[in-house]
Each structure stands twice: as structure tokens, then as C-alpha cells.
Nanobody, 127 residues
Framework: VQLMESGGGLVQPGGSLRLSCAAS????????IAWWRRAPWKEREGVSC????????HFADSVKGRFTISRDNAKNTVYLEMNNLKSEDTAEYFC?????????????????????WGQGTQVTVSS
């Protein structure tokens, strides 16, 4: 069972990146998937989540309108599309999976309840 993130890198402010989270050993569409990030000297922050139903999504206020989350069931992969990136988006980004807590919503809380975490991918926004 594994989650593997990819797609991070260095990008200028205003640029875009797409992060991927590929799962092996379990089906992502049975789980709630979330993206979290951790910047130096800051607490881990929930960025976005998607329920077992792809219609259920949620975004942190800090990224709302700039980030989108999607899933490709055939590839068993979840994506985080990040647009209009800002320097404050610089962080290591992690995907995580857990059994859904609620049926119709996903929440960026209770990080200790996730069953699986990826190793992370670094995103640096700088000119």
C-alpha cells in the first residue's frame, strides 16, 4: 500500500503546477483523499480534500479559487492543479488517504486519522 506524490518543482509567482498522487494497493475512489502542506516553521495545513464521491470537495480559504482537485479512477491517481501560485504556497505537499468520516462532505481536520501518507513533493514559488 503506497501513495506517491509527484509534480513539484520551482515556479515563478503567478505560475502553475499540477501535483499527482498515485495510489497502489488500494482503490482511491473508496477513500477520502486530501492534500496537506507543510512550510518551514509553520504547522501542517490542509489544502484540499475529495470524498469517495468526486463531487465532494473542499478547499482551504487560502487556495480557494486557485486550486482544483480531481481524480482519475482508471489511473488510481488524484491531482491537485495549482494556479496563480504565490510565494506563500511554498511548502512540501503531501497526499493522504483515510476511510471517509462523513458521507457528503470532506474536512481538512483530524490529520491523525489518515491511514496512508505519501512521502511529499516540494513546491517552491520564487522569482
Amino acid at each position: 500500500v503506497q501513495l506517491m506524490e509527484s509534480g513539484g518543482g520551482l515556479v515563478q509567482p503567478g505560475g502553475s503546477l499540477r501535483l499527482s498522487c498515485a495510489a497502489s494497493g488500494f482503490a482511491l475512489d473508496h477513500y477520502e483523499i486530501a492534500w496537506w502542506r507543510r512550510a518551514p516553521w509553520k504547522e501542517r495545513e490542509g489544502v484540499s480534500c475529495m470524498g469517495s464521491s468526486a463531487e465532494v470537495t473542499h478547499f482551504a480559504d487560502s487556495v480557494k479559487g486557485r486550486f482544483t482537485i480531481s481524480r482519475d479512477n482508471a489511473k488510481n491517481t488524484v491531482y491537485l492543479e495549482m494556479n496563480n501560485l504565490k510565494s506563500e504556497d511554498t511548502a512540501e505537499y503531501f497526499c493522504a488517504a483515510r476511510t471517509p468520516i462523513y458521507d457528503s462532505v470532506c474536512v481538512l481536520q483530524y490529520s491523525y486519522t489518515y491511514d496512508y501518507w505519501g512521502q511529499g513533493t516540494q513546491v517552491t514559488v520564487s522569482s
